[in-house]
């Protein structure tokens, strides 16, 4: 134990490089498994450190083999050999990775509760799980297995080699070139699958995960094939020096043909700068896709929920804003089923409320549809008190049981219905009876969806009622003639002279006249997503409203993305939409949707109402996404590649640092020849201007 720990200390510089090594490894790795379990995202950011970690870790190892040679030599001299001598020698780094561990394991619960508690809200407890000791069990295991391989060449050296003093170019083993190889091919591997979208793994397997193993290979990858391209141009420009290089140059080039250290330190440098590069781009990608998707799910800088349904929502949007420059209502139908998606908007007013807030984002294109989406009859709300009928008195003659009824959205979007009935033989003595009867819920606006017409006759009684005057909530209508008997009524009716004639039915049947507008059915137009295919009846795309109620859509155009359900579904104008539909299906959102300018008198009114929710602005639903436990990826691989770049770090200092002696020994050897020292440090800085462009 004295010898070991004199052995430690006579080298306690390596020795200090390989515990720093070590530590931030395994913190590293403890750490962001840690994290990643915290924050949902695979583990898979641990993979680059490992693999990095092993590299440098095996780097280190070769560099402390070359500085014990001697000690080696003496050792075999002693009659040490095989697996003796392999203790002997491992006895050191593995006491070194020990303490390292321990060290790190430390450090990395250090780090990954700081990170959580800035990281997420509250208090948040970090639990070594089984899955991060596993991580850092792998860590120590890969660090010893570099050690073991990066020591192997150094034990099993003959002990004349061991004695030699200098420093003799060799070439290659058998098993490096395999390992460069190996590295070339795997990060080819590696980019494919990543390119292909693999799946990331949920438990330790993760550790491996292509895409994000794939930036370490790819910059080791690169660096092996400009380290092979820098050493084959050095031997040739070396064989060929014309009389016009410099010998600065020639000194630079001859090196870097000769001896392959100087490039130790850019490999893992390239590597981690890859790794930073992918993570920057990576982050800003991600910044920009959280900043879209919280734009397409919130849908404005100001939303207000409404409980009531889209008709309450495009009632008060109206209501408070009748010149639409702030409020604009809006629907959606997020269904699970694609087929199923589509979301309304009130699209006369987008581009003044919400033009401008989704400009540069996959739903910008919408607003120049606005026009060919508003097709068609819109809808028409009645805000009147009264269901007004007036019968001819002379068709009412031989009738008994007459009665309309009306079916109608009130203004809170339930369903109601109204019945004005007429009592037999409650004939005015003029030419025209008129029963009234009050609309509830017609205050701020209802849509009438249909009139149900009933009259029987007596024996000799008329065959039809004669309706010429029918008022619903402000709204004539027979005036406009856009009603007609459904279908499936028995009773017929049918428009004369700007009066509605219904047949009179025998008093055995119990049919009904059933009148519908003749807007019910018209086509919606709409916009679809790229990836969504929409459903087809007999020939015809189909669509569905806001009640849930199958139409024939035109479609128009295609955009990338639609607020409220994103990359799949369908866009319709809501007042067309709204047109002639019952209430609202119970599996939409019906909001109202405001400018970030909105003067707070509008939104003071708008809450006044009692049908809103509190008010939910972009802003904050920005802070709550990015602080998201889910969100977090984004700083969880900012910090992997900040311990990448500590693993790079360090590496590349062990490596200058173990140079240093070499070229001191080359600067003394060339100076005893007649070398100036000027050409001595110009080789150095050509020498240093190649390894970093190469890097």
């Known amino acids: 134990m004295g010898q070991l720990l004199r052995g430690i200390g006579a080298r306690r510089a390596q020795a200090l490089t390989l515990v720093v090594l070590v530590v931030v490894v395994t913190a590293g790795c403890l750490a962001v498994v840690a994290l990643s379990e915290l924050t949902t995202t695979p583990v898979g950011a641990a993979g680059p450190l490992l693999l990095l970690g092993a590299i440098a870790v095996g780097i280190q190892a070769g560099q402390v083999g070359r500085s014990r040679r001697h000690e080696v030599a003496l050792a075999q001299i002693r009659g040490r050999s095989g697996w003796r001598l392999g203790v002997y020698y491992l006895s050191e780094p593995v006491l070194l990775i020990a303490i390292g561990a321990g060290l790190g394991v430390l450090t ?15 208090d948040v407890a970090v639990d070594v799980s089984r899955v991060a000791w596993l991580a850092v069990s792998v860590s120590v295991a890969a660090l010893l297995a570099s050690v073991i391989v990066g020591s192997w060449q150094i034990v099993h050296r003959p002990l004349v080699e061991q004695l030699d003093a200098t420093h003799r170019p060799r070439s290659s083993a058998t098993a490096a070139l395999i390992g460069q190889t190996v590295v070339g091919v795997g990060a080819a591997i590696a980019a494919y699958q990543a390119a292909r979208g693999s799946p990331a793994r949920e438990d330790w397997r993760g550790l491996v995960s292509p895409a994000l193993v794939a930036p370490v290979l790819i ?5 092996q094939v400009a380290a092979w391209a820098v050493g084959r141009l050095a031997t040739l420009a070396s064989r060929r020096r014309s009389t016009s290089s410099s010998i600065s140059q020639f000194l630079a080039v001859r090196r870097l043909a000769r001896r392959s250290d100087p490039v130790v330190g850019t490999r893992l440098v390239a590597a981690a700068a890859v790794v930073a590069v992918v993570t ?13 998707s919280t734009r397409l799910d919130v849908g404005a800088p100001l939303r ?23 409020l604009m209502a809006a629907v959606a139908a997020p269904d699970e089923s694609t087929t199923y998606r589509r979301s309304f908007a009130d699209m006369a007013r987008w581009e003044r409320v919400v033009g401008s807030f989704y400009a540069g984002t996959s739903a910008g294109s919408l607003g120049r549809y606005a026009d060919d989406l508003r097709r068609g009859q819109a809808v028409t709300l009645a805000t009147g008190s009264n269901l007004a009928v007036s019968f001819k008195t ?7 049981d007459v009665s309309v009824s009306a079916t109608y959205v009130d203004d809170l979007g339930e369903v109601n219905q109204v019945l004005a009935k007429l009592p037999d033989r409650a004939m005015s003595a003029g030419t025209t009876t008129t029963r009234t009867v009050r609309t509830p819920g017609c205050d701020a606006g209802c849509v009438l969806n249909g009139i149900t017409i009933d009259a029987s006759r007596r024996a000799n009684g008329s065959y039809e009622v004669v309706i010429s005057r029918l008022d619903f909530a402000g709204i004539d209508v027979l005036a406009g003639e856009h009603w007609s008997t459904a279908p499936s009524s028995y009773l017929r009716g049918e428009y004369v002279e700007g009066r509605l004639r219904v047949d009179t039915k025998p008093g055995a049947f119990n049919d009904l006249a059933l009148l519908v507008a003749d807007t019910a059915d018209q ?45 799949q579904g369908v866009l319709i104008d809501l007042p067309r939409a709204l047109n002639a539909a019952s209430s609202s299906a119970a599996v939409t959102e019906s909001v109202i949707l405001g400018r970030i300018d909105t003067p707070a008198a509008v939104l003071r009114d708008l809450e006044a109402t009692g049908q809103v929710s509190t008010l939910i602005t972009f802003s904050d639903a920005m802070v709550q ?19 990448a770049a500590l693993i790079a770090a360090v ?35 050509v020498e240093a201007l190649i390894l970093a462009t190469m890097a």
């Open 108 to 122: 990395g619960r250090v780090v990954a509760a700081r990170a959580a508690h800035a990281w997420l809200d509250g």
């Open 219 to 223: 910059g080791l990858a690169a660096v």
């Open 280 to 292: 920057l781009s990576g982050s800003s990608s991600v910044a920009d896709w959280r900043d879209e």
């Open 304 to 326: 207000y929920d409404v409980e009531a349904g889209g008709l309450t929502a495009y009632e008060l949007s109206h209501q408070v804003d009748p010149q639409g420059r702030w």
């Open 394 to 400: 002379r068709s009412l003659q031989g009738t008994h």
């Open 523 to 567: 086509p919606l137009v709409a916009v679809k997503t790229e990836g969504f295919t929409p459903e087809t009846k007999a020939a015809r795309t189909v669509g569905y409203s806001v009640d849930g109620d199958a139409h024939r859509v035109d479609l128009v155009a295609t955009a990338e993305a639609i607020p409220f359900i994103g990359r």
């Open 625 to 643: 996404a990015t602080a998201a436990a889910d969100a977090q990826a984004v700083r969880l691989y900012g910090l992997m590649s900040a311990f």
């Open 651 to 685: 590496c590349l200092l062990t490596s200058v640092q173990a140079q240093r002696a070499d070229r001191r020994q080359e600067a003394a050897s060339l100076r005893v020849a007649g070398v100036a020292t000027r050409s001595i440090s110009g080789a150095h800085g």
